[in-house]
């Protein structure tokens, strides 16, 4: 769609730096110009629409920077998904991408999925016949035997068989190459959380055959050691990253500069019932744990926000909730708006073509009523989400703004 879109804030970003009174041009699913709403509608052809919500704000798409589209939230998310045939499956899916949509998501990076479901659903929101975010898709992540989320169909044994997955992943078309680098909590009868899967060595010819098909390689690591290896293996993201030993937490300061000297970014994937864990948990600690991140920020490690959505409680339509985790750990609602857009596009590797208002990028946008840099919960109350230049408004969003 075709429009002129103005209101009465534009955020340029980052840090906060927006307009007052602006508006973006849009023609072919690209920005074609910015500034000034006056500015903008004089140089506006006269038969372009004109969308203008002068109490809201426009700003770019949210990035959920971790989800897994194959699980359905649910109490037993693992179980569903191995009863699912791939119809069931995908259908499924296409309708929690429509959830991560109507809540001003308009990129999502898909961290594992069983059949390459998620490429074939990329594939329909691309050609515009589902409506969705844009899917960055890891396909089949790599796990030991029996390791974490071995169900997804990605065990392998010995770096050949780590070499051939990641080459058949990468025929395949994925956007990122995903490693277990530890156990997990949803893998009944799995490794600890805790445990290595692989030796810095093996993540290094993950690392290797990845760069060598100019794919970004994300770790999932929870114990230190797996960090350690993820870090030495060079990976492009470590999601997670809680530090977790066999007898509680063992972080390292010595790792955490490597990580950020590196430009290793960190994904907490801090679920939407994150205060709901931290009472199943131990709100001590969690606390601790919780504040592990803030630390590692101060000392330089970049962060970047995701929900895990699909593993039990993590919904896909509360992404907002996962936000105000960081504002828990002293993130100004400026600062947690670039971890979802600007520092989240940079940490994907897709900076440059969205994660801001700029000329040339996709038209990846989001108008909420009220000021997300005053206060998070103005992005609960979406007006209008476009992706890729394609508009979608909200049940409960009524689009009374065109102006002619």
Partial sequence: MD????????????????????????????????GTRPDLEARTAPGIPRLAFPEATLMPGLID?????????????????????????????????????NVGITTARDLGDRNGLALRLRKEITEGRLPGPRILAAGTPLTGPGGHCWFLGGEVEGTDAMRELVRRNAESGVDVIKVMATGGGITKGGPPIWQAQFTADQLRVVVEEARAAGLPVAAHAHGTEGIAAAVAAGVSTIEHCTWMAQDGFQESTELVDAIAAQGIRVCPA???????????FGPERAKEM????????????????????????????DFVSSLEFFESIGFSPAEIVDLATTEAAEGLGIADDTGLLRTGYRADLLVVDGNPLDDLQALR???????????????GAALDHLLR
């Fill in 381 to 395: 109350r979406v007006q209008l989400v476009m992706a890729a230049g394609r508009p979608h408004v909200p049940e």
């Fill in 65 to 101: 920077a971790h989800v897994h589209l194959a699980l359905d939230a649910g109490p037993d998310p693992v179980a569903v998904l191995r009863a699912s045939d791939d119809t069931d499956l995908i259908l499924g899916m296409a309708g929690r991408a429509l959830r991560l949509l």
């Fill in 270 to 280: 801090a679920s939407p019932d994150w205060r709901g864990f931290a009472e199943r």
């Fill in 3 to 34: 429009a002129l879109i103005s209101a009465g804030r534009v955020l340029t970003g980052p840090g906060g730096a927006h307009l007052t009174d602006g508006a973006v041009l849009v023609q072919g699913g690209v920005i074609v110009d910015a």
């Fill in 290 to 317: 919780f504040d592990r991140l803030g630390w590692m920020s101060r000392r330089g490690v970049r962060l970047i926000a995701g929900t895990d959505a699909g593993v039990s409680r993590a919904v896909f339509d």
